[in-house]
């Protein structure tokens, strides 16, 4: 890219920054949305099954460690593919927006 191209951003009009940040601002919102309910349930479903284990029992200790890794798991995975579909939309706003 030459240094005259480079800097030809600066030469649009001010609409079209504001309609780039309008749409990443919508992305921003969709993904905090959908991040906050993916990665708030399995950490719900683990305080709901809580109350159901007695430490005290014997067995019951196991089958709560069981439940935390699997919530666990379950939320890092939400994590990991909120995180990329994030990264996608963004990068997907981007493009499109450059193509205009």
Known sequence: ????NS???FNAPSD??????????GVNLDCLE?????????LKELLERTPSFS???PGQAGAWWAAVGFSSIEYWKAYTLDGLEYQHQVLQTLAQHSAK
């Open 16 to 25: 079209f920054h504001l309609d780039l940040v309008a749409r990443l601002v």
């Open 55 to 57: 430490l005290c029992e």
């Open 7 to 9: 800097f030809a951003i």
């Open 1 to 4: 890219m030459s240094a005259h």
């Open 34 to 42: 959908k991040m906050i309910s993916t990665q708030i349930s399995p």
